[in-house]
C-alpha cells in the first residue's frame, strides 16, 4: 500500500510500515513539513496515498469537507505501538484480501 506519513507520526511506525513493504514517504520528504493539513491532505490524494496520522484535525476536512481519498488516525501511546502496528497488519491482511 502506498502511505504518506504526517510528522506527528512516529519513526518507529514509519520503519515498521516500511519493513513490512509498505511504499512510504514522509510529509517532510517532499517538503510538506510547515503545510497546512488541507495541502497535506489533497498530496495524499494527488499520489494516490492513504494519510496516517495522529491529528484529529483532518475530520473537518474528510468528514465536512470530503477532501482525501484515505485517512486512518492513530491513537498510540508508546506502551502500545506494538498493538497499534499489530492493528495496522490486521487492516493491510483484510484490504489486500478484499483486493483479490
Do not use: W
Amino acid at each position: 500500500m502506498r502511505f504518506l506519513l504526517d510528522q506527528d507520526v512516529y519513526a518507529v511506525t514509519a520503519r515498521f510500515l516500511i519493513e513490512v513493504g509498505h511504499d512510504v514517504i514522509l510529509v517532510a520528504q517532499i517538503g510538506l513539513s510547515r503545510a497546512s493539513d488541507e495541502e497535506i491532505l489533497k498530496k495524499a490524494q494527488e499520489q494516490k496515498r492513504i494519510l496516517i496520522t495522529r491529528n484529529r484535525d483532518y475530520g473537518n476536512l474528510v468528514f465536512v469537507r470530503a477532501i482525501g481519498s484515505g485517512i486512518i488516525y492513530l491513537r498510540i501511546l508508546p506502551s502500545t505501538v506494538n498493538v497499534v502496528h499489530g492493528e495496522l497488519r490486521r487492516i493491510n491482511k483484510s484490504v489486500c484480501s478484499c483486493r483479490a
